[in-house]
């Protein structure tokens, strides 16, 4: 069936270098993408979105890619900090049912 | 701004109690919102989507006679775990968004559930 997901369960940065997590996705018809940061025992929190009309979306110190072809999706995480360290997950939204599916997600674990 | 609460953050009840859990939009009204499940080191699974003033939406798999859930007004949906076992144990999420669907969820904070 159709499915968001991760290609690295953990990652492990040091302080002050930039992040790249990835995410794939095989629904060829997903036109909305947002990447979430879930700290432990707490609820998914938005970092940032894009659509499918987009390549690149650029927040504060976060940047999201979207490759159609490849059907490819990277969040990018400048100078990474201590508090950076989350599960992050990936999810989709087709936009015709209209609900999001989010991938299994990855571990960002920053090294001071 | 989109604020999401969650009420209780956590709750320990009996096997075969009820358990009723609340989530709140709290400066914006929420069209449309969502009940997660979320067990330890794995990904958020969709249980239903609600409108308010209709009934929820399940996804396939989900008892909706076992999860009631209420989206009463713009800013309120519950969520009734009805009869619940140790199986039931996990993390709810809420989420809501003020849009069609197709836009942003913002979530709450979630509700750990364990069962006894």
């Known amino acids: 069936g159709e499915s968001v997901g991760l290609h690295l369960p953990t990652l492990s940065v040091q302080e002050g270098d930039n992040s790249i997590i990835n995410c794939a996705y095989s629904n060829s018809a997903s036109d909305y993408f947002i990447w979430y940061k879930q700290e432990s025992g707490k609820g998914p929190q938005f970092i940032i979105d894009i659509r499918s009309n987009m390549d690149k979306r650029q927040g504060q110190r976060v940047t999201v890619l979207l490759n159609k072809t490849v059907k490819h999706l990277s969040l990018q995480i400048a100078a990474t900090q201590p508090g950076d360290s989350a599960v992050y997950f990936c999810a989709e939204n087709t936009g015709a049912n209209s609900k999001l599916t989010f991938g299994k997600g990855i571990t960002l674990s920053v090294r001071p | 701004g989109a604020v999401v609460s969650q009420h209780p953050s956590w709750v320990i009840c009996k096997s075969g109690t009820s358990v009723k859990i609340e989530c709140r939009s709290l400066d914006f009204q929420a069209t449309t919102m969502f009940w997660y499940r979320q067990f330890p080191k794995q990904s958020l699974m969709l249980m239903a989507t609600?409108?308010?003033?209709?009934?929820?939406?399940?996804e396939q798999g989900v008892e909706k006679d076992k999860f009631l859930i209420n989206h009463a007004s713009l800013t309120l949906s519950t969520l009734t775990v009805t009869s619940a076992h140790p199986e039931d144990s996990s993390f709810y999420i809420c989420s809501a968004s003020y849009g069609w669907v197709t836009d942003t969820q913002y979530f709450g904070p979630g509700t750990r559930l364990t069962v006894l």
């Open positions: 609600s409108n308010e003033g209709s009934k929820a939406t399940y």
